[in-house]
């Protein structure tokens, strides 16, 4: 190439595939940009949804068979936060597609965007607490700051105005210079770094408005109880427990667990917000007399206080989704007794105020061994929020899919061949009882141990059987039988202990129950789904 060839020759231009990227790039922070718009109109106007929340919620709704057990296994009681961050990543990709649509015709990019807010729309207003108003406002919101967005960057891109031609042109052509374009090039390059100014800045300034949006948004769904709500006196109080119901062990669970540690597991993405002001609770279906409670009157029953270890059917052998705790509540059998129970009905059903359902039979309820309530308290405080504010089922001996109904609205009395619950036509089993269960809390797995004496202990549950005993096997050794806690009742768990004198080595420890009714707990290992996990909780140490 000679001198004047050189001198007259612009540098090459971007190639398509770069092209491509900046319009990809130029949608994604479009759509992190309404996302973020989204957030902050939801957290600054009570009632208004968000909308990564309204199609995490559509999502969990729909879900197929299997796929809880899936996501708990994986993410275990982070599967909320995993599941926000999913519905964020693939609403990132299809803005990001508009902005490839909106590079040629802007109208199909827009386009786009405009039916990604029609679906969060319609999830936001299929959600049972939800104003479809607020939801159609939040929508509208969310879709006009990302098309403005859209349009802003893909303008300082030069994909759209005086520059888009250069810009297509040069993307398409494989030669370095473009006759009648004089000088194509800089022009181009100019645009190009102000394309990425702008969209740096559109990018901070997305992240700083949709976390000050999810701030605002977890302030209106905070997971303590109203600081105005205060539990009346119960009538029927549970002693303090006894030095041999509580062992002091190290590195076990504690006999009762704090409200701050009780694990969570439901449906919901936020925590309801539920006015004990105008919350009612209805008593219907197979009854004599339909009842409605307000909270005032459910708190003027005479209430009772009772330990019951409750436990999630997703939880693995050795998991921690299990936990004792006192719960203070009214007789659910005393409502049932006002409102006259039809022979027929063989099913109760507990609605929440989300939509979700349970359901179990009449006669574990009404049997005189048990005492099912309807739970105001959690560890002599009101419930929190995060666990059922201002009322929810407790039923000794059920899985919580089955029963533990949070922010309960409606008592109905049914059949079993009516309804089935939430969970049960996604695969889990109609039936819920609380297998036998043991974990070890120390040592934990993989654990370096020095050699001599070595505690080893856990706890184990059979609610509402009872536990008889627990036993541990070093290797292949016979099984010892552990220290077992006095029980606090059959519908709790106990802790156990067992002092091993350790040899250097590698070892593997295993444990087994036996509930009250003399049955082992099985070695058979199978998966939580359709009706618990089953098999021996193991771990192996490295002592030296």
Not at 200 to 217: D, K, S, Y
């Amino acid at each position: 190439m000679n001198d004047r060839s050189a001198k007259n020759a612009s540098p090459p231009g971007p190639s398509p595939l770069g092209l491509g990227l900046d319009a990809a790039l130029a949608g994604a922070i479009a759509g992190a940009v309404g996302i973020a718009a989204s957030e902050l109109v939801a957290g600054l106007i009570p009632g208004t949804p968000s909308l990564v929340v309204a199609v995490g919620s559509f999502i969990i709704a729909v879900q197929p068979p299997g796929a809880k057990d899936l996501v708990a296994s994986l993410f275990g009681t982070n599967d909320k936060t995993a599941l926000n961050f999913a519905v964020v990543v693939v609403a990132l990709l299809v803005a990001a597609l508009a902005g490839v649509l909106g590079r040629r015709r802007f109208e199909n990019g827009s386009g786009l965007l405009v039916a990604f807010g029609v679906v969060a729309f319609l999830a936001a207003a299929l959600q049972p607490l939800s104003s479809p108003l607020l939801a159609a406002m939040n929508a509208v919101v969310a879709t006009a700051a990302g098309i403005g967005a859209l349009r802003i960057l893909l303008d300082a891109a030069g994909f759209i105005g005086p520059v888009r031609f250069v810009r297509l042109r040069l993307g398409r052509s494989s030669s370095p210079a473009l006759p009648g374009l004089q000088p194509p090039a800089p022009e181009s390059y100019t645009s190009r770094r102000r394309f990425l100014i702008r969209s740096f800045e559109f990018l901070m300034a997305a992240i700083g408005v949709g976390l000050l949006g999810r701030l605002l948004i977890d302030r209106q769904h905070p997971g303590s109880a109203p600081v105005s709500a205060t539990l009346p006196a119960a009538s029927e109080v549970v002693p303090p427990l006894t030095t041999d119901e509580s062992l002091s062990a190290s590195g076990i669970t504690p006999i009762v667990v704090p409200n701050g540690s009780f694990y969570r597991i439901d449906t919901e993405l936020l925590v309801p917000q539920v006015d004990a002001s105008t919350w009612q609770l209805r008593v219907t279906g197979m009854v004599d007399h339909p009842l409605t409670f307000t909270y005032p009157e459910l708190l003027a029953m005479p209430l009772f206080e009772q330990y019951v270890t409750l436990a999630c059917v997703s939880n693995v052998v050795g998991g921690n989704l299990v936990g004792n705790t006192l719960w203070t509540g009214a007789h659910l059998k005393e409502v049932l007794a006002r409102a006259g129970v039809n022979s027929g009905a063989t099913q109760i059903v507990g609605r929440s105020v989300d939509g979700f359902t349970v359901g179990f039979p009449t006669d574990w309820a009404l049997d005189p061994a048990r005492e099912p309530m309807i739970a105001v308290g959690m560890n002599r405080e009101p419930l929190p929020a995060e666990h059922g504010y201002p009322a929810r089922l407790i039923v000794p001996g059920l899985f919580g899919y089955v029963s533990a109904t949070k922010w309960l609205s409606e008592i109905e009395l049914t059949t079993r061949e009516a309804f089935d619950g939430y969970w049960v036509p996604l695969g889990w089993a109609k039936d819920g009882p609380i297998l036998t269960e043991s974990r070890i809390d120390h040592p934990s797995a993989d654990a370096r141990l020095s050699t001599g004496p070595v505690d080893i202990d856990g706890v184990a549950w059979a609610p509402d059987r009872g536990v008889m005993g627990v036993e541990v096997r070093i290797d292949d050794a016979p099984w010892q039988a552990a220290m077992v806690s006095r029980p606090i009742s059959k519908a709790t768990w106990v802790q156990w202990w067992l002092r091993w004198q350790a040899t250097p080595g590698t070892h593997t420890i295993e444990i087994r129950a036996t509930d009250g009714t003399g049955a082992v707990q099985t070695a058979t290992e199978g998966g939580p789904d359709p009706s618990g996990a089953t098999g021996h909780d193991r771990v192996t140490v490295i002592v030296s």
